[in-house]
Each structure stands twice: as C-alpha cells, then as structure tokens.
C-alpha cells in the first residue's frame, strides 16, 4: 500500500520535524526514527528524535544513534510537525504524565506512522497512518522513502533492515513474508549486513544483562500453557541493568513446548509492573492487553498496572480464563 498522500504532503511541505517513539524503544521503533530522520535531511529539513535514556545498548551500533536526544529535554516549540513512529497514543511515549500531557498539547501538525492496533482512547487528533497487517514500522517508512524517489543509503539500509529483523524474529515470526524478504533483500543490495546486524542485535549481552537473565529464570512459574516470569526493581539495581536490558527475555520463555502463552513482569517503580505478552500460533493477547489498558499485536503485546506481583498475577490469570485461553 502507498502512504496516505497527507502524509506525503506533511513531509514534503514543512520544514522542521520532532520524532517520538514509545518508551523503552526497540529495534523497530529505533530503526523506523533513524530512517525517517534519515530521509527527511535528503528533503533539506531539520528533523530530531528524542526518546528515553539510556539507549539500549545492543542499538548502540546503529548510524547516528548517538545523536538521539534525551526526551527530559524536549523542546516542543522548536518544531512544527511531531511525528509519533511505531505507537500511536502519546501515553506511550514516556510514564511521565507531565511529559505526555505536554506532548498532547503539542499545537502543531501531528503525524502518527504506526503498525500496532490502534488505541483509541484521547483524542490527539493526528494524521493517522496506521497499517497492523505491515510485520514492522520499518517497512512503513521504506515505502515513504521510495515514495519520495530517494536512493536507499548504508544508513537507511542498516536502519531498517534492524527495524524489521526486530518484529519479526529475524525472520522467525508468522509475520515473516514474501512481501517482508523482497524488502529485505533490497535493504542488503544497498548495503545493510545481516549476519553484522542480527550478531549486534541479538548476540552481543552484556554481562550484566546476562545475570539479569539468570535472575528471571530463578522467577519463573510454569504452569502449561502459561509460563510466568518476573523482575523486581532490585533485580535491576543489583545487576546494573536497566528495563530496556529485558528486550526479547519473554520469547525464551514462549519456546517452552507446552507453553502457548507466556508473561514477563518488569517492576519498574515500587508495584508498579510493565508486563509484555507472547502467544503461539492462533492465539490472540492483543485482547487481554487492551483489557488492562495496553495493547499491541496478536502474538505480541504489553501493558502497564499498579499492583502487588501477586495481585497482578492473578488479574492476568482471571482475564486469561473469561477469554477461553487457559
């Protein structure tokens, strides 16, 4: 499908651009950012990405990363169209309710390029390209580029080609695609290096991230089909780990044979837990996320609750069972 040509016009027509991702970003919401930047310094426009710090660091290697700026500091006035990149509400953009509240007010022309199911709730009153069926953001973004007629650089190339490998397993997903591997073959013709990409990506933990890891798995319950894990806010602090290290941690526990279902709880602040969850197959989460408020994909989604462990535990249980799913 070809971008909405509002969009296209919003892009070709203004001059100053603020990217927003949602918190604790990922490869896809990275990715997308960095390429989008990327193409709109082509047009001759000023563009900037700001997210939350720090960067996770298996992104570290992606052009440009370092000149992502510090969403503490953001400088709204400064631009005249806000672009949200790979969510589409701003209450995902950052916990601070100030912040996103701030964000909201945004008076300028704002634009939402997203590929999750869309969340309704507020009214941001933005021009809306949301596509749940596209596998990545990332791709997304590709189709703007070669909208615009611009050459695929090393930068855009490597961008997206991490942006896609990220939401679809490195190809594992069901979302994985003859549509998804033709782009990605054009993204390694124009200079992205897959084994370079996928080793950064999913292969280079730090120690520390690694010892988070072991602490998860001293926390997990397994109870076919569901698989339980949780991280307190001390399992952080005492492994010198932040919230972003827990990227891809709940996958591991979906490749249990008899689990179908499986649920990270992060706590972030004192009970106050980020949960992501994973199905198999047929099975659809993105229901039992939007049931507390949060949302997502069929197979992947996430939300936010203020509990105990136990507690929240219990509710995702509770919910699980009224949808026929335990």
């Known amino acids: 499908m070809r971008?909405?040509?509002?969009?296209?016009?919003?892009?070709?027509?203004?001059?100053s651009f603020l990217i927003l991702t949602h918190s604790t970003p990922d490869g896809d919401a990275l990715g997308s950012s960095l390429a989008l930047k990327f193409l709109l310094r082509e047009l001759a426009k000023k563009a900037e990405i700001f997210t939350e710090q720090p960067i996770p660091s298996q992104y570290k290697f992606l052009p440009e990363i370092e000149k992502i700026k510090?969403?503490?500091?953001?400088?709204?006035?400064?631009?005249?169209?806000?672009?949200?990149?790979?969510?589409?509400?701003?209450?995902?953009?950052?916990?601070?309710k100030k912040l996103v509240e701030k964000i909201e007010r945004f008076s300028g022309i704002k634009v939402i390029i997203d590929h999750h199911i869309e969340d309704k709730r507020g009214d941001f009153n933005a021009i809306k390209w949301i596509e749940p069926e596209e596998a990545a953001t990332g791709i997304m973004i590709y189709k703007i580029i070669k909208a615009f007629g611009i050459n695929l650089?090393?930068?855009m190339?490597?961008?997206?080609?991490?942006?896609?490998?990220?939401?679809?397993?490195?190809?594992?997903?069901?979302?994985?695609?003859?549509?998804v591997l033709t782009i990605a073959a054009e993204l390694v013709r124009a200079g992205a290096k897959p084994s370079y990409i996928y080793e950064q990506s999913f292969e280079s933990w730090s120690l520390n991230r690694f010892n988070l890891f072991v602490n998860m798995l001293t926390n997990v319950e397994i109870t076919p089909p569901l698989a339980v894990g949780y991280l307190r806010k001390d399992d952080f602090e005492k492994t010198g780990t932040e919230e972003s290290d827990t990227e891809r941690f709940v996958e591991f526990l979906r490749t249990i044979?008899?689990?179908?279902?499986?649920?990270?709880?992060?706590?972030?602040?004192?009970?106050?837990?980020?949960?992501?969850?994973?199905?198999?197959?047929?099975?659809?989460?993105?229901?039992i996320a939007r049931a507390f408020g949060g949302g997502g994909h069929k197979?992947?989604?996430?939300?936010?609750?203020?509990?105990?462990?136990?507690?929240?535990?219990?509710?995702?249980?509770e919910v699980l069972k009224s949808n026929q799913m335990l």
Do not use: M, W
């Open 3 to 15: 971008p909405p040509e509002n969009i296209l016009e919003v892009l070709k027509n203004e001059d």
């Open 257 to 287: 044979k008899d689990v179908t279902i499986a649920a990270l709880f992060r706590e972030i602040e004192e009970n106050f837990f980020k949960v992501s969850l994973r199905s198999k197959g047929s099975l659809d989460v993105n229901p």
């Open 70 to 96: 510090n969403i503490r500091e953001l400088p709204l006035e400064a631009f005249k169209v806000l672009i949200l990149v790979d969510c589409n509400n701003p209450s995902r953009v950052d916990n601070d």
């Open 153 to 155: 650089d090393y930068a």
């Open 299 to 317: 197979n992947a989604s996430g939300y936010r609750i203020r509990s105990s462990f136990e507690e929240a535990k219990n509710k995702l249980i």
């Open 157 to 179: 190339a490597t961008a997206l080609y991490t942006a896609i490998i990220i939401d679809t397993g490195n190809f594992q997903f069901d979302n994985t695609s003859e549509h």
